[in-house]
């Protein structure tokens, strides 16, 4: 069986023909992306299972396929088949000197999806360039959330076209369950798109752990999303998931006099707040811990550069144990730096103080401080307040213009110094 070759040979009959129903479903199943529908899909499916040779040749041609959702749902069909020829015709691309370097690496990779993993001599000398491009490739998230790694799985899906970013929520859902709930948690608040993938992943999975997520989604959604969960709910119902009754769903009225607790993450009860004492470079570490639900953390950690970049690295971790944050805070403190338990004003400030400094410069804040900056809470009014965000590092007063901009001039180097006193401190030697 040669797929591709047939796939070329045919394609101008198809063409002539009319788009052939699994064309149709494929191309409905793109179009209806994030949600990615379960019935459309099965139906794909079916119509691969009972004409297997025209399938196959269809789904390798959309393969090689420029478009990246049409290439996405291929592949996914493709392992969902999962027959000796899908192994065969992926094994054949990787040989195919024809074949664009990312197709064989995709190939490469379904084929390790499907339990055939290529040979690594074989495939080094026919992708003698995969590694950077391995590096890119959507199920690289799946290693990420195995190894806890969730702040990395999160920058990466915002790497990803949007019918991979989608498909691998759904992956993530019927692949790592667990470890995958708090990347859909993040993903879930950040856009629509994100929520309705999420709400569909779960719902297709029957996820019951996931079920918590859906009613806090509800709580806050417009009312098409709010439509859709309860649909789903109401799904996950009949198919046996522990789901509470429309009653339980209910909010319960808050007492007379009192306002409804906000939610978000400034709601979560304060574990510890910490700061670092400013290094001579300027570097301050934040840290700030809060109680989730569960009993664990999410914790939100900002390496504040005082003179030269703003915010230098951001990291959050979604569901931390305690004793592993006491272990971190362990291992973070030292001779070269010093940490303390701070307030929680504290550390808004001097973060704030970080984002009005890359304001000044113009550089960006890191991926993973727009995920974890919801930890400290709304800062805008802190940053608002800060009008000069250079302040002598012995008095604290602002620094005179000149020193500012001799500041300036060295920021973009990492290896020059520069005056962080103001004159009259300077005096004093």
């Not at 339990?115 to 495939?123: E, K, L």
């Not at 070269?336 to 338990?341: A, C, E, Q, T, V």
Request: aromatic share 4%; proline share 6%.
């Amino acid at each position: 069986m040669e797929p591709r070759k047939g796939a070329k040979e045919t394609a101008p009959a198809a063409a002539a023909a009319g788009p052939m129903p699994l064309e149709k479903l494929l191309t409905a199943l793109v179009g209806g992306l994030p949600a990615l529908d379960g019935k459309t899909f099965s139906d794909a499916l079916e119509e691969a299972h009972q004409h297997p040779r025209a399938a196959l040749r269809f789904l390798f041609q959309v393969f090689g396929d420029k478009d990246p959702a049409r290439r996405a749902v291929a592949a996914r069909l493709l392992a969902a088949i999962a027959s000796a020829d899908v192994r065969d015709n992926l094994n054949g691309l990787i040989v195919d000197a024809g074949v664009d370097e990312w197709t064989k690496v995709l190939a490469g990779d379904l084929l390790a999806e499907l339990g055939s993993p290529v040979d690594a001599d074989i495939f080094a000398m026919s992708v003698p360039g995969a590694e950077p491009l391995r590096a890119k490739l959507p199920s690289r998230i799946l290693a990420l959330l195995a190894s806890g790694d969730t702040a990395g799985a999160l920058k990466h899906i915002q790497t990803l076209s949007p019918a991979d970013h989608w498909l691998m929520i759904h992956r993530a859902v019927a692949e790592r369950k667990e470890a995958a709930l708090p990347m859909l948690e993040a993903l879930a608040r950040e856009t629509e798109a994100d929520a309705v993938a999420t709400v569909s992943a779960i719902t297709r999975e029957k996820f019951a752990e996931g079920v918590p997520l859906l009613l806090e989604l509800q709580r806050n959604a417009d009312k098409e999303l709010q439509k859709l969960i309860k649909k789903a709910l109401f799904d996950m119902r009949i198919a046996g998931v522990d789901v509470p009754s429309e009653e339980k769903l209910q909010p319960v009225a808050p007492p007379s006099g009192e306002a409804a607790a906000e939610g978000g993450d400034e709601s979560l009860p304060l574990y510890r707040a910490l700061l670092s004492e400013p290094s001579a470079q300027g570097m301050v570490l934040v840290t700030v811990a809060r109680v989730r639900s569960n009993g664990r953390l999410k914790v939100f950690s900002v390496l504040v550069d005082l003179w030269k970049r703003g915010i230098r690295q951001a990291a959050v971790r979604m569901a931390m144990s305690k004793s592993s944050f006491d272990r971190f805070v362990e291992t973070q403190g030292g001779e070269k730096m010093r940490i303390k338990s701070a307030t929680l004003e504290e550390c808004r400030r001097v973060v704030a103080r970080g984002v009005r400094v890359a304001r000044e410069f113009g550089t960006p804040l890191p991926f993973d401080f727009g995920i974890g900056r919801t930890v400290l809470g709304n800062i805008d009014a802190e940053i608002a307040e800060i009008a000069a965000p250079f302040l002598c590092s012995r008095c604290g007063k602002p620094l005179d213009a000149e020193s500012v901009e001799r500041i300036r001039a060295v920021a973009p180097y990492d290896n020059m110094t520069c005056e962080t006193r103001c004159p009259d401190c300077r005096k004093l030697g």
